[in-house]
């Protein structure tokens, strides 16, 4: 699930003949070489092999503290939690001003650091693929500081699908060789791949720092400003770089689909009319002036739109984003047919894109991780699990509005942050790193111990966790209200858990009739996250697998879940409103009824739909396409009807 890879052990050095038998004597230089051997070796996900060095340093050296803490952290991953409070008491007992071990330091000068990546880099092209990861290992075990080996170990770990080892190999690296830009650019934009979107922007600061005039660090910055939701710094970063590269095709996609997030929609036009006029076919061009929602792709575009794709575009995001863009225009001209033609060819674009990787969606892993969840959140256990009443509760409330993509989200958190008592955010990352985080942290026993992890934890262990969510939140947040609102859908998933360790959380589920949800996904271009979209018998089934989970959720967590019908917020608008007011504790605000007029950035698909009074003309769209939903509405079975 969490893309781990087995690691076998390698024979780093041979095992002491009798259990007792005293180990070699080593030099202090010798046994800092094998603290760090344990350190790498961590990095590289080989823990059993990181122990069973500690556990040497330790006996060589039973003053060295540091060593003693990552043993400690070692067992805890091997579910040994009393031998690591041992090491944890033994490393507290040692005085640091007693112990003369200290962390090594890697090559700091950049001259140097790019000579070594430079050499590596070229000694690998004689390297085939299928071994180079292995030969990469073998660089690390014998010289454990060598940073170009992590780099570019990391970069193999990233594409055999393990991030998870390719981040903590970055980390190491990085505190090796604090001066080590490639590495740091590496890992910057594998944060942003893992949308940790922050760490990006941090470790953009310092490559600028270190290159102001580098195009490729300002861009990134400018992306990660962006994800963030800090889009006046953004802005002014992409127009510097578009000042000294204006026919640059990716500047020109992200500046565009910027002036259209911060409602600068006539500028938006004129930057992806500005790209169709240096590359024509530009699929994301076409994309960003379908995103506006207004009749600014002309009959001239569908026509040149429809020779591309009966052409064949060999580029499968040109492909797809030409495909929805298509659709899109040809919906609002109620060319029902071709629009879905239109989407279709973008769905299967945006299979053919992730096939045969992990993010190919499995119908059978999704039902694998609602039956663990059931068996790990019972009735019993959420009561036993449960704060007692009385106990105290964080300053702030978070609003957790969750449900499926396109199912009105966005709407709901607009709604609340138009109150004057709560902040809206955005998808925040923060649940689903905490839940990974969980899911590792018994790495040596278990691959993936979450969601059963949860319930094994005590009161003070699960009240740390929440206030660790509420920190992380509030990396995000500019205001002190105290309430904050988190969109993130598939947060759904993982209500249990919130429940437990925010008993002061508010969950709100949006929900739109079957047929109409279903179809709103499929004719929208998103994330892979939501690769269940991508073909309607999934979109069906995973439906489906939604609202059963949350009837159970419903069951176990009787009252704990606010559910808002789309259809309604439509058609009863104020007092559903109020309704939601009621339920998070809120007083009601006239501002909440007049949302559009508050002035926030909107990254997702409805930036447009929250920038006008409610309206109710998408609830029944689907129904010009179904001809074409038979497969969706098959898989949805009785509940197409709902």
């Known amino acids: 699930m969490l893309g781990l890879q087995p690691r076998p052990q390698f024979p780093l050095r041979p095992k002491p003949a009798a259990a007792h038998a005293p180990l070699p004597q080593k030099t202090p230089a010798q046994i800092s070489h094998l603290y760090e051997l344990g ?36 067992l805890r991953l091997a579910d040994r939690d009393a031998e690591a409070d041992e090491a944890d008491a033994k ?33 690998l092209q004689n390297i085939p693929d299928e071994v180079r990861i292995v030969h990469l290992r073998d660089v690390l075990f014998a010289n454990p500081l060598d940073v170009a080996a992590m780099r570019y170990l990391a970069n193999e770990e990233e594409m055999a699908d393990d991030e998870v080892t390719a981040v903590s190999l970055l980390e190491r690296a990085i505190a090796l060789s604090p001066a080590y830009v490639g590495a740091r650019l590496d890992y910057a934009k594998l944060l942003m791949e893992l949308r940790d979107h922050l760490g990006a922007l941090k470790q953009s600061e310092y490559l600028i720092a270190h290159a102001p005039n580098k195009a490729g660090f300002r861009m990134l910055r400018a992306d990660a400003a962006v994800q963030a939701e800090r889009s006046a710094e ?52 076409y994309y960003g002036l379908s995103e506006l929602k207004a009749k600014y792709l002309t009959p001239a575009d569908v026509a040149d739109m429809r020779r591309y794709l009966a052409e064949g575009i060999v580029n499968t995001v040109s492909r797809k984003t030409m495909a929805y863009a298509l659709g899109a225009t040809l919906e609002r001209a109620h060319d029902y047919e071709g629009s879905f033609e239109a989407y279709s060819i973008g769905a299967a674009a945006c299979r053919e894109e992730i096939a045969g990787t992990p993010k190919a969606y499995d119908p059978a892993k999704l039902e694998e991780r609602l039956a663990r969840t059931r068996r790990a959140f019972t009735a019993e256990t959420m009561a036993r699990c449960a704060a007692p009443k009385g106990a105290p509760v964080p300053c702030v409330t978070p609003i957790f509005v969750m449900g ?43 691959n993936d111990v979450y969601p059963e992890r949860v319930v094994q934890l005590n009161r003070a262990q699960l009240d740390a966790l929440g206030q660790e969510c509420l920190s992380k939140m509030a990396e995000y947040r500019t205001t002190t209200r105290p309430y904050v609102v988190d969109k993130r859908p598939w ?36 994330p892979v996250d939501a690769a269940f979209s991508f073909d309607l018998q999934h979109l069906g089934q995973y439906y489906r697998s939604y609202v059963a989970f949350m009837d159970y959720i419903d069951a176990v967590m009787p009252g704990r879940v606010l559910r808002v019908s789309y259809p309604r917020l439509i058609d009863d ?13 809120l007083p009601f605000e006239e501002g909440c009824l007049r ?13 447009e739909q929250v920038r006008r009074p409610i309206f109710r003309d998408a609830l029944e769209q689907w129904r010009n396409y179904e001809p074409w939903l038979g497969p969706l509405r098959t898989a949805l079975g009785d509940l197409a009807e709902a």
């Open 234 to 285: 953004a802005v002014p970063l992409y127009e510097y770089l578009l000042e000294r590269d204006p026919r640059n095709a990716q500047l020109l996609i992200s500046y565009g689909s910027l002036l259209k997030t911060v409602g600068r929609r006539e500028d938006s036009v004129k930057i992806f009319r500005r790209l169709l006029s240096i590359a024509p076919g530009t699929g994301a061009a």
């Open 91 to 123: 490393a507290a007992s040692i005085s640091s001003a007693s112990t003369v071990w200290r962390a090594a330091i890697g090559e700091r000068s950049p001259t140097r650091l790019e000579q070594l990546d430079r050499k590596l880099n070229q000694q």
């Open 573 to 585: 608008t104020e007092n559903e409103i109020r309704r939601m007011l009621d339920y998070c504790g």
């Open 491 to 526: 947060n759904w998933l993982d209500v249990g858990f919130i429940d437990l360790m925010l008993p002061n959380a508010k969950f709100i589920d949006i929900r739109r009739a079957p047929m109409a949800a279903g179809f709103a996904m499929f004719k929208q271009l998103l």
């Open 595 to 607: 949302f559009w007029e508050t002035d926030r950035a909107v990254l997702t698909p409805s930036a």
């Open 404 to 446: 499926l993509p396109r199912a009105g989200s966005t709407l709901v958190e607009q709604i609340l942050a138009s109150h004057s008592l709560v902040e809206g955010t955005r998808e925040l990352p923060v649940v689903g790193q905490l839940t990974k985080k969980l899911a590792m942290s018994r790495v040596m026993a278990n």
């Open 39 to 74: 350190l790498t070796s961590i990095a590289m996900s080989f823990h059993e092999a990181a122990l069973e060095t500690m556990e040497q340093v330790t006996s060589l050296a039973p003053d060295h503290e540091p060593a003693w803490r990552a043993r400690a952290g070692l």
